[in-house]
T-cell receptor, first 113, second 112 residues
């Protein structure tokens, strides 16, 4: 089946740890995105990538890092510099970054313990 | 600043009645307009979009949306609500240049 797979669904992070959220898509989409969702605040863009080996910061990139070494994969690392990382993280992709519909994965919950 | 507003945090409707979830935007040019639905603990599912053409757009699960350029609105509608329509709905707008902008979301509660 075609789609966007995020893993793990639930992740717990200790203070000072870096954690990486996986996002894989088999839709052959060029563009990929990471969003953060907090209750009552809608979605905020963290990073996006229009093509392999290229990515740009979104609105809230501080404390996060990404890589795009393969077209299918766009992992997000939540670093220890992110002071309030507890949130629901959504990965998305679209055929290109020029107005096409964006499709979402099922999301990953990150909780700081 | 470009923005999307969903003025109602929650909409309550009885099953079988028509529903409307409101969305207005402040974006220059001719943006693309989208509606997504999110069920608890899940990702967003695409419902419908408006790019150009007929102001009434039909989408998944019997939903439709009406684009009104003069009022810069894109309200989501359904003629007869189902209990299973209860979810969080997001309006999103994509300017001609720039990234997708999401509204804050509206919780739809359909009661039997």
């Amino acid at each position: 089946d075609g789609g966007i797979t995020q893993s793990p669904k639930y992740l717990f992070r200790k203070e000072g740890q870096n954690v990486t959220l996986s996002c894989e898509q088999n839709l052959n989409h060029d563009a990929m995105y990471w969003y953060r969702q907090d209750p009552g605040q809608g979605l905020r863009l963290i990073y996006y990538s229009q093509i392999v080996n290229d990515f740009q910061k979104g609105d809230i990139a501080e404390g996060y890092s990404v890589s795009r070494e393969k077209k299918e994969s766009f992992p997000l690392t939540v670093t220890s510099a992110q002071k309030n990382p507890t949130a629901f993280y959504l990965c998305a992709s679209s055929p290109s970054d020029t107005g096409n519909t964006i499709y979402f994965g099922e999301g990953s919950w990150l909780t700081v313990v | 600043a470009q923005s999307v507003a969903q003025p109602e945090d929650q909409v309550n409707v009885a099953e079988g009645n028509p529903l409307t979830v409101k969305c207005t935007y402040s974006v220059s040019g001719n943006p693309y307009l989208f509606w997504y639905v999110q069920y608890p603990n899940r990702g967003l599912q695409f419902l419908l979009k408006y790019i150009t053409g007929d102001n009434l757009v039909k989408g998944s699960y019997g939903f439709e949306a009406e684009f009104n350029k003069s009022q810069t609105s894109f309200h989501l509608k359904k003629p007869s609500a189902l209990v299973s329509d209860s979810a969080l709905y997001f309006c999103a707008v994509r300017p001609n240049t720039g990234k997708l902008i999401f509204g804050q979301g509206t919780t739809l509660q359909v009661k039997p």
